[in-house]
């Protein structure tokens, strides 16, 4: 089984179509929406992860892109350099996804990959730069 973070670009006139039930039922996908804006009648935007074959997922955006839906994998990560991180909080009230938490229990960040939109807005957001991101092909 593969993982895929890809955004999908939706064109004004697809915006109303159950879309995600497709992937689900036909590729036989997890679709895990990360971030959504998306409006009737204007260009749409949705953040997914999709899991299933590599060979479903392939098909799956095949579809997207023979029905007007462009996409746009990810091709980057966020790092956290753990050495450097104060645990101050700063990074968390500008994730807009969650990725970024502190455990209640020890005060510590911790990650959640999953969640993360690649955004990079903690990376402006840490006064000692701990965080990186990490371009890959
Ligand atoms: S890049 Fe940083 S701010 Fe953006 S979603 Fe990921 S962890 Fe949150
Ligand atoms: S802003 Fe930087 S130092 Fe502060 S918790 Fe986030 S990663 Fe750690």
Redesign the pocket.
Known sequence: MKKLKVILYFPPDKTDRPFSYYLVKDYDLVFNILQAEVQPGKRGRLTVELEGTEENIERALEFARQNGVEYRPFNKNIV?NQG?????????AICPSGA?YMDPIDWK?YFDESKCLVCEL?LR????K??DVNMFV
Not at 84 to 92: K, L, Q, R, T, V
Not at 125 to 128: D, E, F, I, L
């Open positions: 956290r450097e991180c104060m645990d101050c909080g700063a990074c968390i970024l960040l903690c957001a840490c006064p000692v701990a965080i």
